[in-house]
């Protein structure tokens, strides 16, 4: 089960889009995603990596430029892009592993 | 930030909060503040934490904080106790998760099709729980710089430590919440403030003393091995010994890619083989002892590998 996550910095999660799913909501946005998104497959090793998006679900938020708008009960927080963390859940022969990636600078490091 | 987004409403609230618009400092302390401060103020006279109260109190300090505006003095108050008081109740949530945990509807789950999210087992959010805490918590933090004494006189009740103690708090909990989504950021700051806590002598006293919670203790240790292990092996590995045996020292496991990564530097990370002082057995993963002449691991001494 793919379950690749966005946490804006206030704790909301953005869950990923995917081809298969957009195919409900547009089928211009489903070939779009198809077209360009990320797949997930077996990693290659890393000379031969290849770049790709990730879409995510802006249900129950509206996106404005680099901030976002949070709808929460009767308020809106609004919350910036850039201090959003990736989570990705991947199987690793060890076992499943969760990688964390930080949007920008917010993070130093991380495993 | 936030932003009201309901005209009725915003009149609502104001009105509820009474002296909120008044241009002095001395107001009346919120309802909302009063019941999460009595649930996170750590100690043995904080309020038990029933599940699902979480939702309800951070929905009733998030209202306080939409009805502020950042620049205004007379609101640094609210804010930053709204501010504390969420950075604590997400820390404490990120095990006892109150975020929404599965997704959207239509959530696509790849190779298993599942018609009904009601019946997915909801996963505990604690990435979302640990970055609304540092969140709440850096902007506390940056409140607290104004040096304001009438910031912390709030409560109507004494603070314990007063703003020393307060602002202690939040770096040790930023800390620990960044050590737990695998980030190392701002963690050598707050342990360098804390030098109690870097001794095997002082901590538990410490930990008591700022009723961190035994779930958050492990943890902590985690921290500190982390932090220690380029100035004394030796304590970073008796700290990673206390994480490790987490369940047995404070009645709570560290997950199991925390005592993996522990173990893996202890047997191949250090500069330092960790021995048995009898036996010279190394450090057993799954053994609390030598099994040759019984000495706990926590005993064990350091060589030069």
């Known amino acids: 089960v793919l379950d690749a996550r966005l946490y804006l910095q206030d704790g909301t999660t953005l869950f990923w889009a995917s081809p298969r799913a957009m195919e409900s909501q547009s089928k211009a946005l489903a070939k779009a995603v198809r077209e360009h ?75 | 930030m936030l932003r009201r987004s309901h005209p009725g409403l915003f009149l609502a609230l104001f009105l509820s909060l009474g002296a909120c618009g008044s241009p002095k400092l001395k107001q009346a302390p919120p309802t909302p ?48 106790w709204t501010s504390y008081c ?48 540092i969140d709440n918590a850096t902007r506390a933090l940056s409140l607290m710089r104004r040096q304001d004494p009438e910031l912390i006189d709030f409560l109507g009740q004494p603070v314990p430590g007063g703003a020393k103690r307060l602002s202690t708090r939040l770096r040790l909990l930023t800390a620990m919440s960044f050590t737990r989504l695998g980030f190392d950021k701002r963690v050598r700051d707050a342990l360098a403030r804390t030098p109690e806590l870097l001794s095997l002598d002082t901590y538990a006293e410490f930990l008591d003393d700022y009723g961190i919670r035994p779930r958050l203790r492990p943890w902590m240790c985690y921290m500190v091995s982390h932090y220690l292990r380029r100035s004394d092996e030796t304590t970073a590995y008796r700290f990673a010994i206390l994480a490790i045996e987490g369940k047995d020292r404070f009645g709570v496991a560290l997950p199991k890619s925390g005592v993996l990564e522990l173990e893996d530097w202890i047997l191949r990370g250090a500069n330092s083989r960790f021995v048995c002082p009898q036996s010279e057995t190394e ?6 002892s030598s099994p040759i002449s019984g000495i706990p691991h926590f005993e064990y001494v350091a060589v030069r590998r």
């Open chain 2, 33 to 80: 503040i009063l019941e999460a401060y009595d649930v996170v103020k750590g100690g043995p006279e904080a309020t038990a934490y029933e599940s699902g109260e979480g939702a309800r109190l951070a929905l009733g300090l998030e209202g306080l904080l939409a009805a502020t505006q950042k620049s205004a003095r007379k609101d640094a108050q609210i804010r930053f």
């Open chain 2, 283 to 288: 450090y057993l993963p799954g053994q609390k």
């Open chain 1, 37 to 111: 998104g990320l797949r997930f497959t077996l990693l290659k090793s890393w000379e031969l990596a290849e770049g790709g998006y990730l879409f995510f679900s802006t249900e129950g938020t509206r996106i404005s430029e680099s901030y976002a708008l949070v709808s929460r009960g009767d308020f809106f927080r609004e919350v910036d892009m850039h201090n959003a963390l990736l989570e990705l859940n991947v199987s690793t022969p060890d076992g499943p592993r969760v990688v964390r990636v930080g949007v920008r600078n917010s993070f130093d490091s991380g495993s």
């Open chain 2, 86 to 133: 969420l950075a604590l109740l997400h820390a404490r949530a990120a095990d006892d998760p109150f975020l929404a945990a599965h997704g959207p509807a239509w959530l696509d789950t790849g190779a298993l099709e599942l018609g009904d999210l009601d019946n997915l087992d909801p996963r505990p959010n604690e990435t979302g729980h640990l970055l609304a805490s």
